[in-house]
């Protein structure tokens, strides 16, 4: 079973479209993230989720808004995609008391053309 | 805030040598967590290995092994007997103690293995 899960694995779309990246986690982990991953390959953090609340948002514009439907689910949508997003997204999750380690997806690859 | 510094973008190893990548980090916290991950062209994010800033004994993992110097913020890792199947991104990362902030992660180095 994959621990976390999400999809779809490639995303290419037009300038303007609306898209959602979805993702879940099966390891009982109180908190999931979303990072970015630029074409440099350097890693930011996005958002991040503990027991379904927001809990950092490091700057990101208002177009992008992560939805958590429950613990275990952490969907990312994306408004009036620019060319700019185009970018790999990765979902991870952790346990706050444990961090011994942050699970990721195998990420999204997102082209907007 | 808390930063991550790998200054070494790329290196190269001939396979079964040994090859360390530097890693060093500023932080104000006293409780934290290090790790080094590992991306191959799958893009798959996979967790080398990791150290609590509270442990002095240095953390090892089959042939992966970090020296982990608190005072002078480095936490470098050493790969012995380097494999073909080692080459990828190899990133160095941070994490507080509480962990909500999540990963802050440095630009990366990438491995290459010479046959």
């Known amino acids: 079973d994959t621990a976390v899960s999400q999809t779809p694995k490639y995303l290419v779309t037009q300038m303007g479209n609306d898209k959602s990246i979805k993702c879940e986690q099966n390891l009982g982990h109180d908190t999931m993230y979303w990072y970015k991953q630029d074409s440099k390959k350097f890693l930011k953090i996005m958002f991040s989720?503990?027991?379904?609340?927001?809990?950092i948002n490091e700057t990101v514009p208002n177009r992008f808004s992560p939805k958590s439907p429950d613990k275990a689910h952490l969907n990312l949508h994306i408004n009036s995609l620019e060319l700019g997003d185009s970018a790999v997204y990765f979902c991870?999750?952790?346990?706050?008391?444990?961090?011994?380690?942050?699970?990721f997806g195998s990420g999204t690859r997102l082209t907007v053309v | 805030a808390q930063t991550v510094t790998q200054s070494q973008p790329e290196m190269s190893v001939q396979e079964a040598e040994t090859v360390t990548l530097s890693c060093t980090y500023d932080t104000s916290e006293s409780d934290y967590y290090l790790f080094w991950y590992k991306q191959p062209p799958s893009r798959q994010m996979i967790l080398v290995i990791r150290?609590?800033?509270?442990?002095?004994q240095n953390a090892t993992e089959n042939r992966f092994s970090v020296n982990f110097q608190k005072a002078a913020k480095s936490f470098s890792l050493k790969i012995s007997d380097s494999q073909l199947g080692d080459a990828a991104m190899y990133f160095c990362?941070?994490?507080?103690?509480?962990?909500?902030?999540?990963?802050?992660f440095g630009k990366g180095t990438h491995l290459i293995i010479q046959p």
């Open positions: 150290q609590e800033a509270y442990k002095q």
């Open positions: 989720y503990n027991n379904k609340e927001l809990i």
């Open positions: 991870a999750s952790s346990d706050l008391d444990r961090p011994y380690g942050y699970t």
């Open positions: 990362a941070y994490a507080s103690g509480g962990g909500a902030d999540g990963l802050t």
